[in-house]
């Protein structure tokens, strides 16, 4: 079955920095286009970096400048690397393909 693992998440100070980890099982990791949302308390789910199968990134306004969506298509991981984060970019972030979500994993901005 397709399974999907977020880790790295924790709690940080404004101005920091977080590296996200999404590894992925069940699937050929290669042929499928990933991507990070996140949910803050109290809004809807987005969707915040996507990297395609060949590379290519898109982000929202919000963090692009500041986040760095990579993949390692020998690991089967996805990153998702986080600079310069704001309070306001506290949530759980989620790793997704598809239908596919993990489970999340917790980010906490504050000083």
């Known amino acids: 079955q397709v399974q999907l693992v977020e880790s790295g998440g924790g709690l940080v100070l404004p101005g920091g920095s977080l590296r996200l980890s999404c590894t992925a099982s069940g699937i050929v990791f290669r042929e499928f286009p990933m991507a990070w949302y996140r949910q803050a308390p109290g809004k809807q789910r987005e969707s915040i970096a996507v990297i395609s199968k060949d590379g290519t990134t898109n982000y929202i306004d919000s963090v692009r400048g500041r986040f760095t969506i990579s993949r390692d298509n020998d690991k089967n991981t996805a990153y998702l690397l986080m600079n310069s984060l704001k309070p306001e970019d506290t949530a759980v972030y989620y790793c997704?393909?598809?239908?596919?979500w993990g489970q999340g994993t917790q980010v906490t901005v504050s000083s």
């Open positions: 997704n393909t598809f239908s596919y």
